[in-house]
Each structure stands twice: as C-alpha cells, then as structure tokens.
Nanobody, 126 residues
Framework: QVHLVESGGGSVQAGGSLRLSCTAS????????MGWFRQAPGKEREGVAI????????YYAYSVKGRFTISLDNAKNTVYLQMNSLKPEDTAMYYC???????????????????WGQGTQVTVSS
C-alpha cells in the first residue's frame, strides 16, 4: 500500500522560507510523477511544482516560478519543495501527490494523480 507523508508546513511572515518534504513508502515505480499541489479555501486544487522522477523534468506554476524549487532524493524516496520569498497568496494546504508515469509525460492537474498525502498547512502573514 502506498503512503505519502508530508512534513515541513507552518506559519511564516512574507518574504520568509519553508521547505516541505514528502516521503513515499510502498511505492516501487521506477519512473513516476511526484509533486506538490495546493488548495486555498474556496479555490480549486492547483499544481504547484512537479518532477518526473525518470527524466527529472520539472513543472512550476507561473505564480511560483523563480521562488519555489522541487527536488528529489531517490535514495530516500523523498521529494522536497523549497519555498522562498513567500507571499500571503501562497497560503494554502499543500498536498504531495504521485502517480506512475513514463519519462516523457508531465501531468499538472490533480485528477491525473492516484496517490495523495494528508496535506500540510502553509500560512504566510503579511
């Protein structure tokens, strides 16, 4: 059974940084998509940053480009999201997600993902 466990959320002032971690267990696919989605109250879940573990290609939402960085530690089955220059509009519940995938694929919307973590709250105050 696949489990995704997130950590690293919290409260920070605007301009600050946080690093989220997502560790996968029971997940044995050699190539997959792993990434971060977020959902603010009253809004749809949106893809923030995704990495293809086979090709190492990445996707970033326009709103976070240049501020967020997704990275992968294959040995630890862990994906990280380094978030710098945080803004109040980054406030949301952040979810880790994963799905098997070929190296050629990048899927950026939530309905394509099979596995989800429980979420970790990020709150940015102005």
């Amino acid at each position: 059974q696949v489990h995704l466990v997130e950590s690293g959320g919290g409260s920070v002032q605007a301009g600050g940084s946080l690093r989220l971690s997502c560790t996968a267990s029971g997940y044995t696919y050699s190539s997959s998509l792993m990434g971060w989605f977020r959902q603010a109250p009253g809004k749809e879940r949106e893809g923030v940053a995704i990495i293809n573990t086979g090709s190492l290609s990445t996707y970033y939402a326009y709103s976070v480009k240049g501020r967020f960085t997704i990275s992968l530690d294959n040995a630890k089955n862990t994906v990280y999201l380094q978030m710098n220059s945080l803004k109040p509009e980054d406030t949301a519940m952040y979810y880790c997600a994963a799905r098997p995938s070929s190296k050629l694929i990048m899927l950026t919307t939530a309905e394509h993902y099979n596995y989800w973590g429980q979420g970790t709250q990020v709150t940015v105050s102005s």
